[in-house]
């Protein structure tokens, strides 16, 4: 038997088949152009929005590490850059301030700082940006921030020309020339209202006097992997702390990158899930339409002799082709999104400051259009297949009899005639599976549109700011137990009759009189539970570890004095109550529990023991209530292993306990008109802070940035969105021409017997609507639980999101999908059937 061999026939006829049917052409490769656009666009736009915005996150927070040594020795600074699960550690040595007087009554305040090679290269220099220069060498050169060099009235620096300065350091007043070695831009308040910064070299330390011990802080940064959240504890386990010295924790940029990074590839995951079945669905509806369409094409082919085999390969021929084209053009369009459209619009949307943190760089990934074409081609393999094998699996008998309608027969009786609504059900549903593939195809664009939105939605700025940033101004002091802000400072602040609002958060370190029975919900999370922790490891036994425990000689936790709405609002969300007055006489208070140790409620009701450091004075006082981690706030200052995180007191609690209370935290708020004098008038007042270890915040400067950030997301988003809807749409279109132009001969029937053109309106009409209402239910059942499932995983993505129902979203989606399913089905009647009956009938019978 020989092989029926006509590949040159074959090509043949998928080619003449494709210069046939230009209506199938245009919507096949408009379905292949939107599917590889927006995979291609949501990858490239995707992981370049996740690498932005880990670069802002570590940019905000001025440096890498995460972990912090107050007054190291030498010893200890080798110790540690040793350690096997130690990325890098650095030194960092404030020198003193820039002080200088300006003609409109502004004093200038510069924090003068020196970084070694390791703080520099790995630490710092990953959160600033345009670098011009180098380091400081020579003692008398120096390097300064953007604006730095702005406060000092100089807006057009240079290399090595000089500027004289007069600042003051530990060795008092003075005032110098420095040779300008670069500058470049920061973006981390430095505590001076502003994120100007100056560099020193190591020669100006040494000859000014300055030691490690002495004047340092060791940064260190921790390698990512399964040791990171060990780091900390196994620090303190592996170097000796000196008496008073303690580690510290800072927000971890690494980790929070990292999340960043998952979370957006699940995102982008998702979301390309989603394209792929609505670009799947369009492509395989178009085909499988186009098959049906010309069934009676390949019926006759099989007559006269092409194999099954042929007729598939014809069919996919066809498709292949038009891919070649529409997928060059689908990553070519989305080059031209990626790489100018977005990175346009995100210049527009964000602000226009230097010292933005968000860069709106987008990166260029070779391997996201090469694979993204490869998906393309595999998805587009998947939808022809079926098609194909239906076209190749037809005997010509049934090609002939092929009307591109199945349906079983059914008596319907009915004493009043068929109704039109009936006949129009029943005509949605006489074809399951393309009643299915509408169907698929707008709830997929409208569920992706819906979770989407929501999700950004719930990122909005005033969520994020009322979380992170509740008030209008924070002053955050770093050094803890010192007097960061005395008594002169707080003074001028309350004479501001602009501020409507402000709170002086005090706290002190105290000891607590150890007690194993008080304490064992504390000290078994500690050795059986803490991830930070590991007792099994350095103790051979639980009872070895409390013994540990109760050896130290400075164990205690850090009271905290707070107002009464903490407590109020601590009442609003516990079953058991804590008694207002009795906390604001001070004979109660509250523990926290941010580590989330279990059964810490077991200690309310009983008495802790305090004592007072300088004085050894015992306080005995009543645990009214416990803070869970979401409530407490000012543990990263206290916590150590084995002791209460934190005892939130009342001021009169605290001021009667001890008189060594230092203010930590200032809150002030104002009203929106008031803010920009204000915040100018609070950097003013910055300046004659002596101490330059503290943070000063304003929420108008972090505003901007994020709001420009969530802005450009919500662009993109809702542009990727409103694309699945259209594919939807698409589907909807194709579906009701297709569906419309195998129903003329029937169409022409019923209006030989009787039926106007009026009720053949009235019948597409009705649907139209039926495909619309049931999409309705669809939206309000499925619809509803995608936004339900959002509203769960989003605060758990983002714990400062807060997911409101899109209803706007809903209602405005609602109205245009009836307008479209109610008006398509006439327009395209009106299109195609513009002959007589007869003319018709006619046709349909020559066909």
């Not at 004075?617 to 869970?628: A, D, L, Y």
């Not at 002791?643 to 060594?660: D, G, L, Q, R």
Request: aromatic letters at 12%.
């Amino acid at each position: 038997m020989h092989k029926n061999n006509n590949q040159t026939a074959i090509k043949r006829l998928s080619k003449r088949s494709i210069q046939k049917n230009r209506t199938r052409n245009m919507f096949a490769v408009m379905a292949i152009i939107l599917t590889t656009y927006m995979i291609a666009t949501v990858f490239s736009i995707g992981i370049s929005f996740a690498k932005n915005y880990s670069t802002m996150t570590i940019r905000a927070a001025g440096t890498t590490a995460s972990i912090f040594l107050d007054h190291p020795t030498e010893e200890q600074y080798y110790k540690i850059k040793q350690l096997d699960y130690i990325e890098a550690a650095g030194i960092q040595v404030k020198a003193g301030t820039i002080e200088q007087y300006k003609e409109d009554n502004a004093n200038v305040a510069i924090p003068m700082i020196f970084y070694d090679e390791s703080q520099w290269e790995s630490m710092y220099t990953p959160a600033i940006s345009h670098i011009n220069g180098d380091y400081p060498v020579r003692k008398n050169e120096m390097m300064l921030s953007v604006e730095a060099l702005s406060l000092l009235g100089i807006e057009n620096p240079k290399l090595d020309m000089t500027i004289p300065l007069s600042y003051v350091t530990q060795n008092g007043e003075m005032s110098e020339s420095f040779r300008l070695s670069g500058w470049f831009t920061n973006y981390k308040d430095y505590g001076n209202g502003g994120v100007g910064i100056a560099l020193v070299s190591q020669q100006y330390i040494k000859n000014s006097g300055f030691t490690l011990e002495e004047n340092g802080i060791l940064s260190i940064s921790t390698k990512i992997g399964a040791q990171k959240e060990e780091a900390y504890s196994k620090i303190e386990k592996d170097i000796a702390l000196k008496p008073g010295q303690e580690l510290y924790r800072a927000f971890d940029t690494s980790e929070e990158s990292s999340n960043i990074t998952m979370t957006a590839i699940a995102v982008i995951c998702s979301i390309s899930l989603f394209i792929v079945l609505s670009g799947y669905l369009l492509i395989y509806n178009v085909v499988y339409i186009s098959v049906a369409k010309d069934i009676r094409f390949y019926g006759m082919l099989k007559v006269i002799g092409a194999s099954p085999k042929q007729i598939r390969k014809v069919v996919r021929n066809q498709v292949y082709r038009l891919s070649f084209v529409a997928i060059p053009l689908g990553l070519a369009l989305s080059f031209i999104t990626s790489f100018g459209v977005v990175p346009m619009a995100m210049k527009i949307f964000q602000d226009d400051s230097m010292y933005s943190a968000m860069p709106n760089d987008l990166s260029f990934h070779p391997i996201i259009f090469v694979g993204t074409a490869l998906f393309a081609f595999f998805t587009i393999f998947l939808s022809c297949r079926k098609p194909a094998k239906m076209a190749g699996s037809v005997s010509p008998i049934e090609a002939l009899r092929y009307t591109g309608v199945v349906s079983k027969k059914k008596n319907r009786s009915s004493t009043e005639g068929s109704k039109l609504h009936r006949m129009a059900l029943h005509n949605v549903f006489r074809v399951k599976k393309r009643a299915f593939l509408v169907f698929a195809s707008l709830t997929l664009g409208i569920l992706t549109l819906l979770s989407v939105n929501g999700f950004l939605d719930s990122l909005k700025v005033e969520n994020y700011l009322d979380t992170y940033y509740p008030d209008d101004f924070v002053y955050q002091s770093t050094a803890v137990d010192k007097e960061v802000f005395d008594d002169h400072f707080l003074a001028k602040l309350s004479k501001m009759d602009e501020i409507s609002e402000m709170e002086i958060i005090t706290s002190v370190r105290s000891g607590v009189v150890y007690d194993d029975v008080l304490l064992t919900p504390i000290l078994k999370g500690v050795y059986y539970h803490d991830p930070y922790f590991k007792g099994q490891e350095q103790f051979t036994s639980y009872k070895e570890f409390l013994s540990h425990v109760e050896s130290l000689e400075d164990y205690g936790t850090r009271l905290i004095a707070v107002g009464d709405d903490y407590v109020e609002s601590y009442n609003k969300t516990h079953h058991q109550q804590i008694d207002l007055r009795a906390f604001k006489k001070g004979e109660t208070v509250i523990i926290s529990n941010s580590m989330n140790y279990e059964n810490m409620e077991n200690m309310i009701g009983k008495k802790v023991v305090l004592k007072e450091k300088d004085t050894n004075k015992e306080t005995s006082v009543m645990i009214g209530g416990v803070f869970n981690s979401k409530e407490s706030e000012y543990e990263l200052y206290s916590y150590r292993f084995g002791e209460i995180p934190a005892i939130y007191v009342s001021e009169t609690f605290m001021n009667k306990f001890t008189n060594n209370a230092t203010a930590f935290f200032i809150k002030m708020n104002v009203d929106d008109s008031r803010e920009p004098a204000v915040k100018n008038r609070l950097k003013n007042i910055n300046t004659q802070v002596s101490s330059g270890e503290y943070v000063f915040e304003a929420k108008s400067d972090v505003t901007a940035a994020f709001d420009s950030t969530i802005t450009s997301m919500n662009i993109l988003a809702d542009s990727i969105s409103i694309l699945l809807i259209f594919i939807g749409l698409l589907n909807f279109v194709n579906v009701m021409v297709t569906g419309v132009h195998s129903r003329l001969k029937e169409l022409a029937v019923l209006e030989s017997i009787g039926m106007t053109k009026k009720q053949v309106h009235r019948m597409l009409t009705y649907e139209g609507f039926y495909y619309a209402f049931i999409t309705l239910i669809i939206m309000m059942t499925l619809g509803n639980a995608v936004i339900y499932a959002m509203s769960v995983v989003t605060p758990k993505i983002a714990d400062y999101a807060t997911f409101d129902y899109p209803f706007i979203l809903m209602s405005t989606l609602i109205v245009i999908i009836f307008m479209i399913c109610l008006l398509v089905p006439n327009i395209i009647y009106r299109l195609i059937v513009k002959d007589s009956v007869t003319e018709r009938l006619r046709e349909t019978e020559t066909n």
